[in-house]
Nanobody, 115 residues
Framework: QVQLVESGGGLVQPGGSLRLSCATS????????MGWYRQAPGKQRELVAL???????NYADSVKGRFTISRDSAKNTVYLQMNSLKPEDTAIYYC?????????WGQGTQVTVSS
């Protein structure tokens, strides 16, 4: 019943920027946190950034200073602004929503950083 719709993935050059968006298909309540995870081929899915209901944020060390997570509560949308992209950022990026009803994942969007 809860669906996450992601957009913004694509191909960018090293040093470039990209903004990912993740919106819920309908308004929901009792959201605890929203975050972004990524998974490169042959690797475990890892946390990139998250934002809590109180506005607190956490980032993986590898993206600190380059990525910014934000949320539009009215639209139930979370964003990931990615700057100074590096080839090692190449992965499938997944949106994750945590609520009192459970955990929900987006379908994933491919981000490729290459010259």
């Amino acid at each position: 019943q809860v669906q996450l719709v992601e957009s913004g993935g694509g191909l960018v050059q090293p040093g470039g920027s990209l903004r990912l968006s993740c919106a819920t298909s309908r308004s929901i309540t009792s959201i605890l946190a929203m975050g972004w995870y990524r998974q490169a081929p042959g690797k475990q899915r890892e946390l990139v950034a998250l934002i809590t209901t109180g506005g607190s944020t956490n980032y993986a060390d590898s993206v600190k200073g380059r990525f910014t997570i934000s949320r539009d509560s009215a639209k139930n949308t979370v964003y990931l602004q990615m700057n100074s992209l590096k080839p090692e950022d190449t992965a499938i990026y997944y949106c994750r929503l945590s609520s009192t009803r459970g955990i929900y994942w987006g379908q994933g969007t491919q981000v490729t950083v290459s010259s």
